[in-house]
């Protein structure tokens, strides 16, 4: 360049400001800048966590649900379900009915090998009917994870036997689906297996035992009566005379009309002086 000749502007460094200026400057080739328009992202939801009640009873029970879903809704009566029964603790039920059937069939099959089919069956039916259901699920204190309606939890339903009894077998479906045939067996041999080995009440009811006793007197099939239904819909009581010829009527009360006819029965066997076992159902 010669000596006192102006610089060519192409020569010209750019200036710092405007070089700063520049690389600032969004590239809307490169398109947009992430930071600016990618979406936040979200943080992820902690996981709920389970209710005391349920927490509690998955120690009772020495099962941890993989699926908490089906605990939740082993546990949730058809009045917080929004009506919707799938929802609810009713299909559960459906299946633990039947699982619990097939496990104390095979129980009572191994327990007792001298026993004819006869006995099985007593065994069978008086460790699955509602009431050794409901007892079950008291001993467990199953009633304070149920998920009632405010209605139906304000009427007293954590003790209905009913929904005791459902909710105990609705328990065992979803034992069984979270973890196999395996897992509800040890279930039922934990919640079962000593009242199996040791039964509550005589294979022998105090009706069968009346029936057989009047027979063998020549006498017609006791004839039962409903006398009177107190106390609300949802827990009623039952009172129930039964009747033989030529004797007094006995009368007996349960929560249900096949209890207040067993005790109608045993008071009738008592006054006659037979003897009998005692008997819870």
């Known amino acids: ?7 060519d502007e192409d ?29 936040a992202k979200k943080r992820p939801r902690a996981p709920r966590k389970r209710p005391g009640a349920a927490t509690a009873l998955e120690k009772t029970i020495g099962h941890r649900f993989k699926d908490r879903d089906l605990l939740d809704r082993s546990l949730t009566h ?26 104390i069939s095979d129980m009572l099959f191994r327990a007792f090998p001298k026993a004819d089919e006869g006995e099985l069956s007593r065994r069978l039916a008086d460790l699955v009917r509602r009431e050794a259901c409901a007892d079950v699920a008291r001993a467990i204190v199953l009633g304070e994870a149920i998920r009632l309606g405010s209605s139906e939890s304000n009427a007293g339903g954590r003790a209905r036997t009913a929904i005791l ?31 199996m080995r040791a039964p509550v009440r005589p ?42 010829p030529d004797r007094e009527p006995a009368e007996g009360i349960g929560r249900s009309k096949r209890s207040a006819e067993q005790a109608a029965a045993a008071a009738l066997l008592k006054r006659e002086g037979v003897k009998t076992e005692r008997y819870d159902g």
Request: proline share 8%; glycine share 8%.
């Open 1 to 7: 360049m010669r000596r006192g000749a102006k610089p």
């Open 11 to 39: 020569t010209k460094p750019a200036p710092r400001d405007s070089a700063r200026a520049h690389s600032t400057a969004p590239d809307t080739k490169a398109g947009p800048d992430k930071a600016a328009s990618a979406p």
């Open 78 to 103: 058809i009045s917080v379900s929004g009506g919707n029964r799938a929802n609810s603790y009713q299909r559960l039920e459906f299946l633990g009915d039947h699982v619990l059937g097939l496990i």
């Open 165 to 195: 009894a459902d909710v105990c077998e609705a328990l065992v479906g979803a034992v069984y689906l979270d973890g196999g045939y395996d897992a509800a067996s040890k279930l039922v041999e934990k919640l079962w297996g000593e009242r």
């Open 203 to 244: 294979l022998r009811d105090p009706k069968t035992i009346l029936q057989e006793w009047a027979q063998a007197r020549g006498l017609p099939t006791p004839a039962y009566r409903e006398v009177e239904r107190t106390g609300p819909h949802h827990d009623p009581e039952f009172r129930i005379s039964v009747k033989l």
